[in-house]
Nanobody, 122 residues
């Protein structure tokens, strides 16, 4: 069992930056692929980024590529999402997730955090 707690969300102006953190419980954090997803009001939850167990490989949705960076610190059981050049369309609840597979589908992930709100004003 893995418990995930996100933090770092908030209100930012367009063009600004935020860094989200996701702290995981347990001693098995390094055995999971970690992902970030987001869900805007009235929309489906969508994939944002993922990072493999060692941190050696990352993958991004086209909508955030070049602006967002996912990273992890296995010693701290934490995954991060650095978000730069934020746009109003990035407004959503952001969720971190842990899974045994390497994928971009919600079904590839077994554990989810409660989410943190990111609001980007124009």
């Amino acid at each position: 069992q893995v418990q995930l707690v996100e933090s770092g969300g908030g209100l930012v102006q367009a063009g600004g930056s935020l860094r989200l953190s996701c702290a995981a419980s347990g001693r098995t954090f390094s055995t999971y692929t970690m992902g970030w997803f987001r869900q805007a009001p009235g929309k489906e939850r969508e994939f944002v980024a993922r990072i493999t167990r060692s941190g050696g490989s990352t993958y991004y949705a086209d909508s955030v590529k070049g602006r967002f960076t996912i990273s992890r610190d296995n010693a701290k059981n934490t995954v991060y999402l650095q978000m730069n050049s934020l746009k109003p369309e990035d407004t959503a609840v952001y969720y971190c997730a842990a899974g045994r597979l390497i994928g971009s589908l919600k079904s590839d992930y077994d554990y989810w955090g409660q989410g943190t709100q990111v609001t980007v004003s124009s």
